[in-house]
């Protein structure tokens, strides 16, 4: 059918559903994949309207079912009828049954439905406590054999044979010339040219706290957790942007486009566009304009316009003309 896709965003998905009610009581959608899992979502007709979530049969889904934390929203084309926003939901869902929001309405013709998933978690067969895929399932653990890890680990942590000093904004660490080297182009060029660095042994990194300087090391020898990670990530873009890590700066733009909503899609699209990350300021610019979210931050929109660029104003602008142009 046409109207039978979902688009996705992050976390986000859309399903715009066209005449229904005068043709058809009930619609299904294509999968979509959101995590580890595809889902469908249908919508029913009779004295109330119902919106189900369900994964699509699988042997995944039947032997790592999905504990869904999730929020769902129908907004009416056409019309000033507020959104029908549902409350938080937290569900074990297996099939189509397992899930049905009731709305008392009797609208029909054009509308869109959006799921915003809060958290996905594997439910364990034998019970216990369901683990989240977010943000467990990043790659920061498996970048080296876990014996080679250790060894560097144990350099870091235990400054073995360090020959590098890095002061900080509030402290100093000790690291290897080496490993900073064989990890930046940057670093590389402090040592290999007769620079204050290589004749000190010192790094001046003084716009990063110790805390999240060490949190760039801990990447850069392979052991970072990924807890320490997500915490530090806009300052680890900072530091792979001015020393060129590449990896890392990918990295970080995967993470920071996975998990936009509302709340930093605005501080997402400064970050992209500062940093020239296309696909963040690509996933920011589909959140506002093509799934309609321009309307949840039109509060904070007037001081985000007078810090923003003013190339960004006339993106956001073509934007707009885009989204909005006649059929």
């Not at 229904?20 to 979509?32: Q, V």
């Not at 590389?188 to 620079?195: A, I, K, P, T």
């Not at 733009?253 to 970050?271: A, F, K, T």
């Not at 920011?284 to 904070?300: A, N, Q, S």
Request: with cysteine.
């Amino acid at each position: 059918m046409v109207d039978s896709k979902v688009e996705t965003i992050s976390r986000l998905a859309q399903w715009k559903i066209e005449n229904f009610g005068t043709t058809t009581n009930y619609k299904r959608s294509d999968p979509f994949k959101i995590g580890m899992w595809n889902w469908q979502l249908s919508v029913e007709k009779n004295r109330y309207m119902y919106i189900r979530l369900f994964p699509e049969p699988s042997r995944l889904s039947k032997e790592q079912p999905p504990l869904a934390r999730f929020v769902l929203r129908v907004t009416t084309s056409g019309s000033n009828r507020r959104p029908y926003i549902s409350p938080i939901h937290e569900r074990l869902l297996r099939t189509s049954d397992d899930f049905a929001w009731p709305i008392d309405s009797t609208f029909h013709g054009r509308f869109v439905i959006d799921v915003e998933f809060l958290d996905l978690k594997i439910y364990p067969l034998n019970g216990g406590e369901g683990s989240s895929i977010w943000p467990s399932d990043g790659l920061m653990q498996y970048l080296a054999t876990q014996s080679t890890l250790r060894c560097l680990s144990r350099m870091l942590n235990e400054s073995i044979h360090a020959d590098v000093t890095i002061n900080t904004a509030d402290g100093t660490l000790q690291a290897h010339k080496a490993i900073l080297s064989a990890s930046s182009p940057v670093f590389r060029s402090m040592f290999l040219h007769d620079l204050k660095e290589k004749e000190s042994s010192t790094i001046d990194i003084e716009d990063m706290s110790t805390e999240s300087c060490m949190a760039l090391l801990t990447y850069l020898y392979g052991t970072i957790n990924q807890e320490d990670f997500w915490k530090h990530r806009l300052a680890l873009l900072g530091a792979a942007n001015k020393y060129d890590i590449v990896d890392l700066k990918d990295a970080c733009e995967e993470s920071l486009l996975e998990d936009i909503n509302s709340g930093n899609v605005l501080e997402r699209l400064q970050e992209a566009w500062l940093y020239q990350l296309d696909k963040l300021k690509r996933g920011c610019l589909m959140y506002l304009f093509d799934f309609g979210k321009i309307y949840d931050v039109r509060d904070e929109m007037s001081d985000f316009f007078r810090q923003a660029d003013r190339e960004l104003m006339v993106e956001m602008f073509h934007e707009v003309l885009a989204v909005w142009k006649p059929a």
